[in-house]
């Protein structure tokens, strides 16, 4: 009997258990949740600049924490996701949100940052159809155009034909949906972007690394393609978060991936990660 009564309420605890991969924040631009789609850590080697024992000193165990996440802004009856992460096996993007009651049609777009497989996977699903048939897909024109036209590109290019009739391709500083918008963050890719809303910056992939890219914004990860303006506009959006206490939120930066920029005495910058519940309604 109270084998069974154990039984019963570890199952009961396991089913009702918080998702600890589905964060919320509220504020006054809209309900921010931070969902991993998956976790990740990378590897020292994969990053560029910087002595091998200043960032041994900075990553004693080798691996860089890091993420995958996507974020969803509830905002005035709408759904909209950032990114759509990795879809296929390692993407748990569908299943987190179906914990949230949000089915993957009642989504209504999905802004991309820029179209590596990691934020756009999750668009497809295992038969290669649309996962989000009712959403706008919106995507900057020179991301578009750069996609369009390479030759090893499989996936970029059926995401844009499987949702050709929803895309919303977008020149930079243009306003896309609810109030978000987007901004020229080429160097990553080139129709990397970033979106704004209020004080919030989606920044997509500006960061693979935050342990020892808010130390020296001049490091790269071997995937920024053009790395000199990647640390540009890592260095400016960095240094405007700090001054500005606007709220980032990044692909990879460690879950939840959402938090504040502190400038330190000595001139170096720290990425603070918010608490749950933390958001800014009512306080500014
Ligand atoms: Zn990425």
Known sequence: MWKWLTVLCLAGSFVFAADSSVRTFEFEEGTVTAIQDAPGGMPLSIFHGGTEAWKKRLVPDGRVPSSFNVFLIRKNGKQILVDAGNGGRKGTLVRRLRSLGIARERIDA??????????????????????????????????????????????????????????????????VSEGFTARDAAGHTPGHTIFEIGKIRFIGDLVHGAALQFADPGICAVYDMDRTRAVAVRRRVMEDAAAGREIIAGGHLPYPGIGTVRKNTDGSLTFVPLAENSGSKGKN
């Open 110 to 175: 999905v802004l991309l940052t820029h179209m590596h497989g990691d934020h756009i996977g999750g668009l497809l699903t295992s038969d290669n159809k649309a996962a989000f048939p009712n959403a706008a897909i919106y995507v900057s024109e020179p991301e578009r155009g750069y996609w369009a036209k390479q030759k090893n590109a499989a996936l970029a290019q059926q995401v844009l034909r499987v949702y050709r009739k929803h895309l919303h391709v977008f020149p930079f500083n243009s306003s």
